[in-house]
């Protein structure tokens, strides 16, 4: 079954200092990988997919996440922190042609001044 | 719309009480998605409509929990006999059902069963 671990439960970055937020997954071929971020009150927005291709993968608000087969990890990256970035993190996985989306369990990011 | 709306976006009600919630979503979207977010949880499917008809139910709970959306746009979600382990956030996404099928989700309705 497909599953989907976000080691750290919560992290706390200083502002201007780079992020990085792990995401490794089960699943026997090659999933479609997402990254959202859920802010109090807000839906949850999508920050970055991969399906296919590049394994460097571009999003919204500064984000990247990388895909690494060999270590089934779709990691979460920004170079520089906004305080506006703290936030509610959620990796997630679809296999194929399946419509579910597999959650992990976030990581709640705080960024300090 | 322009977005998925999702109403109310609080409900609290007595145990036992039934529930109705629900979920505009984005005009043209053909597929709709009902997930449940308990505190300090992931997203948990529950149910996935493509059109009017209910395509997958396999993460609705118990037979308490019934979806409906007949004409292919507005959906509800229907909750009999509510239990305190009901209370929840329930976020509703619609996405075109082609393609890269990518969810924009509603801001959720959180239901507070006493």
């Known amino acids: 079954a497909q599953s989907v671990t976000q080691p750290d439960i919560h992290i706390t970055v200083s502002e201007g200092a780079s992020l990085e937020l792990r995401c490794n997954y089960s699943?026997?071929?090659?999933?479609?990988l997402f990254w959202y971020v859920q802010s109090p009150g807000q839906g949850l927005q999508l920050l970055l997919k991969?399906?296919?291709?590049d394994t460097l993968v571009q999003g919204i608000k500064g984000f990247e996440a990388e895909f690494k087969r060999s270590q089934s990890s779709f990691n979460l990256r920004k170079p520089s922190v906004h305080w506006s970035d703290a936030a509610e993190y959620f990796c997630?996985?679809?296999?194929?042609?399946?419509?579910?989306?597999?959650w992990g369990l976030g990581t709640s990011l705080a960024v300090n001044p | 719309g322009a977005g998925v709306s999702q109403t109310p976006s609080n409900k609290v009600t007595e145990k036992g009480k039934y529930v109705e919630l629900r979920c505009d979503p984005i005009?043209?979207?053909?597929?709709l998605y009902w997930y449940r977010q308990s505190l300090g949880q992931g997203p948990e499917f529950l149910i996935y409509?493509?059109?009017?008809?209910?395509?997958?139910d396999s993460g609705l709970p118990n037979d308490r929990f019934f979806a409906v959306r007949p004409e292919g746009s507005v959906s509800t979600l229907k909750i009999q006999r509510t239990e305190r382990g009901d209370s929840a956030v329930y976020l509703c996404?619609?996405?075109?059902?082609?393609?890269?099928?990518?969810?924009?989700f509603g801001a959720g309705s959180r239901l507070t069963v006493l």
């Open positions: 997630a996985v679809r296999a194929g042609n399946n419509r579910k989306l597999i």
């Open positions: 699943y026997g071929a090659t999933p479609y």
């Open positions: 991969y399906f296919s291709g």
């Open positions: 005009s043209g979207h053909t597929a």
């Open positions: 409509f493509q059109g009017t008809g209910a395509a997958d």
């Open positions: 996404a619609s996405s075109s059902g082609y393609g890269a099928n990518v969810l924009t």
